[in-house]
């Protein structure tokens, strides 16, 4: 089963359907919303309401009433109390005072700046006392209007009777309802000498029921009376609806949890899986859509969710939940498609730098560093200059920081300049192991990075030079020691020779004159070769070798010298044939100085592994063995003219056939280098490959 899902779970199909369930599940959950606010007026109580008594329908019903009654006991009484102008208070008298006062200030020449407040209110009763009392007119008029609304309003309660009395003025749908004609109800509200009772008991339950209460609170216990009774049919109609609503608002509430769960299970899904094809794929992949900026998708949502309440503000409110759904679908589809986009940038951490603003502030930053940088030291004074006014400007609220971090910044610059100063007079001095020590990349920190570049260079000049003049003693030294050893011999033995009366001794020494001359005269020609060839001024030729057939052909032609020694070669090499640009007899010079070392050096009865290895541009030709000496010396020692890897010289090489080997491949245009790891002695020949090289 679970590799079933991972084969199905980063599927494009699997994708849309998740996406298409997320959309459903949310316009479910508003739908659902949307249903209850219209239905029940937003009343998700309902579903917690035990019956109608103690519902907010029953309190909404009485309290309409109430408030109504209260209004017309306690605030307007009867039509002549509202003439009398006594519903009419201070405060809206004032205010419309003020409002006349504000008009005389600014139009009339009456009013007069230099005098008080006081006597221009004086002059301003005075001048508007006819609008003063239109105003006061105008607000009779609105109350005894509303008055009239009231008592319209009063006769349109049907199945619930009312009676409302101060002592003098009565307010009541019905001939009599005394105290003792309450108990022929199922439900009735009474206030009256301090006393007040609601029936039956369950409405005392009502969470709602201090906005009964509230009312009944603002009338006066000594004089006023209310009697409020309801209908049994009233009542059962009014339970029926509230039973009816009641039901309508579990199933939505049902289906908001169970949409809402449904959306966050799908979301989360297609957040994990958003961007990824498997669940091993650590790229994210992102479509073209996601190239919209981040800012750009946050402004998009908004403006999907202000069109949504835009479209929905201009339906009618009683069919707004017929047309919830398919206004929604469009819109919350946009707006999980930007989302998801969204997310994938978080997930590869780019959300910030995939935004507009960041973009901007980016491209200015880096056209700024780039003339900066590339500039003249002129070019970055004007653009300090031109620009710190505009920083300032804009910084002009925290101006001293500003200059604080200016002040800081010249003081910084002239630190630096200093150290240059001091450190160019003590390398001029002769101290050219200083090091200028200035950080950042700007002109100052360019500038003691090339000082400390010419102070790296005289350094390498100087070791170099001391490198050279080690190397030239320690020539002179090696040359006379290696020549003089044969020429010793050859002047002893010329000696002995002359007083040698033996024919038999006289040619023993005769042969070995003749081998201290062969090994004078090789020690000659391997300096000469040696001087020509780091000369560069050998002819190269170059061809197309195969280098696998010159290897072959050089050692089949060596094939005694290599049974005298007791040597085994293995070669290894591509089976496709391996072409290079070389002058072959150069070459095979080269490689038959390091076959000489082996015959010389090698272990007797070891193996000698030659590899030709095959890389993009050139060949690698590796030639390994095993020494019979201890290598106590380093590869770059060896190197060295009439360097041996037997330190004592008792051997018969010059200790110049490395020279000469590498300095033949660098006329090639090839690279030479050895490496030692314990015994084991590796050379390694870089050849270019035929086509790689202009012949």
């Given at each position: ?51 109608y ?47 006349l ?25 005075a001048?508007?006392?006819?609008k ?43 001939s ?8 022929r ?42 009697y409020?009774?309801?209908?049994k ?37 297609l ?38 309440v ?28 930007l ?9 590869n ?13 980016h ?13 003249s030291?002129?070019?970055?004074t ?67 990075a ?10 390498k ?16 030294t ?28 006289a ?19 391997d ?11 050998i ?41 290079i ?13 390091l ?45 060295e ?6 330190e004592?010289r ?36 870089y050849?270019?490959?035929?086509k790689?090289?202009?012949?």
């Amino acid at each position: 089963m679970d590799i079933k899902w991972k084969n199905y779970s980063h599927l494009m199909t699997t994708k849309v359907i998740a996406f298409v369930v997320a959309v459903a599940c949310f316009t479910g959950a508003i739908a659902a919303f949307v249903n209850v606010a219209v239905l029940n007026d937003g009343d998700f109580d309902i579903v917690y309401e035990d019956n109608y008594y103690q519902s907010r329908s029953y309190v909404r019903e009485a309290e309409d009433l109430l408030r109504v009654l209260t209004r017309l006991l306690v605030e307007y009484k009867n039509e002549a109390y509202i003439m009398q102008g006594k519903t009419v208070t201070e405060d809206e008298i004032k205010n419309e005072e003020d409002v006349l006062f504000s008009e005389f200030r600014g139009n009339s020449r009456s009013y007069d700046p230099d005098l008080g407040e006081e006597k221009n209110y004086e002059r301003f009763r005075a001048e508007y006392a006819e609008k003063i009392t239109q105003a006061r007119e105008r607000l009779i008029k609105d109350d005894l209007k509303e008055y009239n609304l009231l008592l319209q309003k009063l006769r349109g309660y049907k199945g619930i009777l009312y009676f409302a009395s101060d002592g003098s003025n009565v307010f009541t749908n019905y001939s009599y309802l005394g105290r003792e004609l309450l108990n022929r109800y199922p439900s009735y509200i009474m206030a009256e000498k301090y006393e007040t009772e609601i029936y039956p008991k369950e409405v005392t339950k009502n969470g709602h029921l201090h906005r009964i209460t509230e009312k009944l609170d603002a009338l006066e216990p000594e004089s006023h009376v209310l009697y409020m009774a309801f209908t049994k049919e009233l009542l059962n109609a009014k339970m029926k609806a509230w039973q009816a609503d009641k039901a309508i608002a579990v199933y939505n509430l049902y289906w908001l949890a169970v949409s809402l769960l449904g959306l966050i299970m799908t979301f989360a899904y297609l957040v994990f899986v958003i961007g990824r094809k498997t669940f091993g794929d650590r790229e994210l992949h992102l479509n073209p859509a996601d190239r919209l900026y981040n800012d750009i998708n946050i402004v998009l949502c908004i403006g999907l969710m202000v069109l949504w309440v835009g479209v929905l503000e201009d339906m009618d409110f009683d069919n707004i939940h017929k047309l919830i759904i398919p206004v929604t679908i469009p819109i919350a589809s946009a707006g999980l498609m930007l989302i998801l986009s969204m997310v994938k940038h978080i997930k590869n951490k780019t959300f910030l730098r995939h935004t507009f603003v960041y973009s901007i502030i980016h491209g200015v930053i880096r056209f700024a560093r780039g003339v900066y940088d590339s500039g003249s030291v002129g070019i970055k004074t004007v653009l300090l200059v031109v620009g710190y006014p505009f920083i300032v400007a804009l910084t002009f609220f925290m101006f001293p920081i500003t200059i604080g971090a200016a002040a800081w910044l010249a003081h910084k610059r002239i630190k630096s300049f200093n150290a240059i100063k001091e450190g160019v007079e003590r390398i001029k001095s002769g101290d050219i192991h200083h090091i200028i020590a200035v950080d950042g990349k700007g002109e100052f920190g360019g500038l003691a990075a090339n000082i400390n570049s010419i102070t790296d260079g005289l350094k390498k000049a100087v070791d170099s030079e001391l490198k050279s003049e080690r190397l030239k003693t320690e020539l002179i030294t090696n040359v006379s020691h290696d020549i003089r050893t044969p020429l010793t011999s050859i002047i002893t033995y010329v000696d002995l020779l002359k007083k040698e009366k033996d024919p038999e001794k006289a040619a023993e020494y005769i042969e070995v004159l003749d081998q201290k001359s062969q090994r004078l005269k090789t020690l000659t020609d391997d300096l000469f070769e040696a001087a020509k060839a780091s000369s560069g001024n050998i002819p190269v030729n170059f061809e197309r070798i195969d280098i696998v057939s010159l290897l072959t052909q050089g050692l089949g032609e060596l094939h005694d010298k290599i049974e005298a020694v007791d040597l085994e070669f293995r070669i290894t090499h591509p089976k496709q044939p391996v072409y290079i640009a070389a002058d072959g007899k150069l070459l095979w010079r080269a490689v038959e100085n390091l076959l000489s070392n082996i015959f010389k050096y090698a272990l007797r009865g070891s193996r000698v592994y030659i590899d030709i290895e095959d890389s993009s541009h050139e060949i690698l030709l590796v030639i390994k063995n095993i020494s019979a000496y201890e290598l106590n010396i380093s590869a770059d020692e060896l190197m060295e003219r009439f360097k041996r890897g037997d330190e004592a010289r008792n051997s018969q090489g010059s200790g110049l056939g490395l020279s000469i080997a590498k300095s033949l491949i660098d006329i090639q245009r090839g690279r030479f280098s050895i490496q030692i790891d314990g015994d084991l002695f590796k050379a390694m020949i870089y050849m270019p490959k035929h086509k790689e090289i202009n012949m």
